[in-house]
Nanobody
Framework: QVQLQESGGGSVQAGESLTLACSVS????????VAWYRQGPGKQREGVAI???????LYADSVKGRFTISRDNAKNTLFLQMNSLESDDTAIYYC????????????????????RGQGTQVTVSS
């Protein structure tokens, strides 16, 4: 059974930083498409960033230059470094992954991800 567990969420002030982690068990993510999504209060779920098996990363325009997605293959863990946080970044953040070999890696379609975490809350106060 594949399980994803997010950690690192919390409450911060605008301008501060947080790093989210997503520990994966039951599958290896070193050559998988992985992603971070978020859903803010009253908003639709949004793809924040994806990291393809090729190493290519894509970001939502709203977080470009502020957020960085990465993975530690040795720890089988996905990260999201978030800098210069804004109140609009307030949301529940979810990590997601696809099995090795899956070809589609989408930042806009959460439904393609077979493996998903339960989410971690990030609250940014202005």
């Amino acid at each position: 059974q594949v399980q994803l567990q997010e950690s690192g969420g919390g409450s911060v002030q605008a301008g501060e930083s947080l790093t989210l982690a997503c520990s994966v068990s039951g599958a290896t993510i070193d050559r998988s498409c992985v992603a971070w999504y978020r859903q803010g209060p009253g908003k639709q779920r949004e793809g924040v960033a994806i990291l393809a098996s090729t190493g290519q990363s894509l970001y939502a325009d709203s977080v470009k230059g502020r957020f960085t997605i990465s993975r530690d293959n040795a720890k089988n863990t996905l990260f999201l470094q978030m800098n210069s946080l804004e109140s609009d970044d307030t949301a529940i953040y979810y990590c997601a992954a696809r099995p090795r070999g899956a070809r589609l890696c989408s930042r806009t379609d959460f439904s393609v991800f077979e493996y998903r975490g339960q989410g971690t809350q990030v609250t940014v106060s202005s």
